[in-house]
């Protein structure tokens, strides 16, 4: 058999067609199907901007940092995309791992080389600040303090969770996770009864639980107001909303089509953090609603939807509009 018998020759466009393929599955929020679509490109255009990005943030959005953070390594070291583009996506990635030294490397070394723009130079030098002080505060752990471990002053965390960015709001609760909190409890408290993005008070309503900060607080959440004990809150990941719709489309949709399930599953879940910790009601019509959304995805169905369904539909469709706080 002559050598070339055994070449391998791909369709044409086929690594843009996965592309392609790749941002639907993202935009449709369907992280594993995104990944398997650009991973398959990548062994194709190792080199290719928009596929490596793709990559990346797929593995990002299925909580692989680690993995991540090596493609967006390569590409700064290769000189792939947009500079400051990939390193902002890199950023993000080690404020995941708390990797704050090397956060306060890769900034320094932007404002060293006047790489940073000016919109993006504010809450650039605030994660700096905030990345110098906790590896400093690691460096020098033999120090007692009543308020161990904080990565920036007390004083500071109460401005940025009252008029701070999204982005750096994030920062500093993501940073609060492994520090003592009752210092801002208050702050805290007062953050949930205000405007401030649905997610983010989740996780201030984790940070409060998970140290059994014990109080009955006042809580803004999708133009409800209502009074909770925070001792009293299941995990967010032990929701009824999440464990019934889970049950529910599991009968409907595991058996006769796992992926449809799983990508049902993955709406469900954003949309638990969201809510957390609202009761809604009518879990069984919402079951249904989601069934229905993955089904026109696919082309399943084209007529209108049940009447009992029509409102919660919309609600859905709007728990997907709300973006996720990135860097």
Not at 253 to 279: F, G, S
Request: aromatic share 8%.
């Amino acid at each position: 058999m002559e050598k070339n018998e055994h070449k391998i020759i791909p369709f044409p466009h086929l690594s843009e067609l996965l592309m392609k393929k790749g941002m639907e599955a993202m935009e449709g929020k369907n992280y594993k199907e995104a990944f398997r679509y650009f991973d398959q490109g990548i062994q194709m255009e190792p080199d290719h901007e928009d596929i490596n990005l793709g990559l990346a943030l797929s593995l990002v959005e299925l909580g692989r940092y680690q993995e991540a953070k090596e493609i967006v390594k390569r590409m700064m070291d290769q000189g792939i995309g947009d500079y400051f583009h990939v390193i902002n996506i890199y950023l993000m990635i080690l404020l995941q791992l708390n990797e704050h030294e090397e956060i306060a490397a890769v900034i320094e070394a932007l404002f060293d080389e006047d790489q940073v723009p000016p919109e993006r130079v504010e809450s650039l030098e605030n994660l700096l600040l905030m990345s110098k002080r906790i590896v400093g505060q690691q460096e020098d752990s033999s120090q007692p303090s009543p308020t161990e471990g904080l990565p920036i002053d007390e004083a500071e965390v109460v401005r940025i969770l009252e008029a701070g960015t999204i982005e750096e709001q994030l920062y500093i609760l993501s940073s609060l996770s492994n520090q003592n909190i009752r210092p801002w409890a208050d702050a805290l408290c007062q953050y949930l009864i205000e405007e401030k993005h649905p997610f983010l008070k989740t996780l201030v309503l984790s940070l409060l639980r998970e140290q059994e900060v014990n109080r009955t607080v006042e809580l803004n959440k999708f133009g409800q107001r209502w009074t909770v004990n925070i001792e009293d809150l299941p995990k967010p990941e032990e929701t009824r909303f999440l464990m019934e719709l889970q049950k529910e489309l599991s009968e409907k949709l595991e058996h006769n089509d796992p992926i449809m399930y799983e990508q049902a599953m993955e709406m469900v879940k954003r949309h638990n953090i969201l809510l957390y910790p609202l009761n809604i009601d009518h879990l069984s019509i919402w079951g249904k609603a989601y069934e229905r959304l993955v089904e026109e995805a696919y082309g399943l169905v084209s007529d209108e939807p049940e009447e009992e369904i029509k409102g919660i539909l919309e609600e859905i469709r709007n728990l997907e509009s709300i973006t996720f706080p990135v860097i």
